[in-house]
């Protein structure tokens, strides 16, 4: 069983950066590809990014696509998220979420990660 935990929320103005950061421990980082979903009040759980467990591939919503970046740093156990150039329909509880594969691909789908974070609040202001 892996544990989560991520910090780098906050409250950024539009335009802003953030860097959300995601400890993994309790299992070895190399064997888990990570997601970056998001939920804003009264939605669903959204599909924000993820990256294959070497870390060599990604895929992002269309929603993000060329303003996040995800990357994965095995030797730290940590999964980041690079959000540049944020929009206030950003605003959301961010979450990580990991699966034990070894396989060399990535999943986008909420069902596809038994394993998830607490979540990170992320507010951008107008």
């Known amino acids: 069983q892996v544990q989560l935990g991520e910090s780098g929320g906050g409250l950024v103005q539009a335009g802003g950066s953030l860097r959300l950061s995601c400890a993994a421990s309790g299992m070895s980082f190399i064997w888990f590809a990570m997601g970056w979903f998001r939920q804003a009040p009264g939605k669903e759980r959204e599909f924000v990014a993820t990256?294959?467990?070497?870390?060599?591939?990604?895929a992002y919503a269309d929603s993000v696509k060329g303003r996040f970046s995800i990357s994965k740093d095995n030797a730290k156990n940590t999964v980041y998220l690079q959000m540049n150039t944020l929009k206030p329909e950003d605003t959301a509880v961010y979450y990580c979420?990991?699966?034990?594969?070894?396989?060399?691909?990535?999943?986008?789908?909420?069902?596809?990660?038994?394993?998830w974070g607490q979540g990170t609040q992320v507010t951008v202001s107008s």
């Open positions: 979420a990991a699966k034990l594969t070894t396989g060399s691909g990535y999943y986008s789908r909420p069902q596809d990660f038994p394993s």
């Open positions: 990256i294959a467990r070497s870390g060599g591939s990604a």
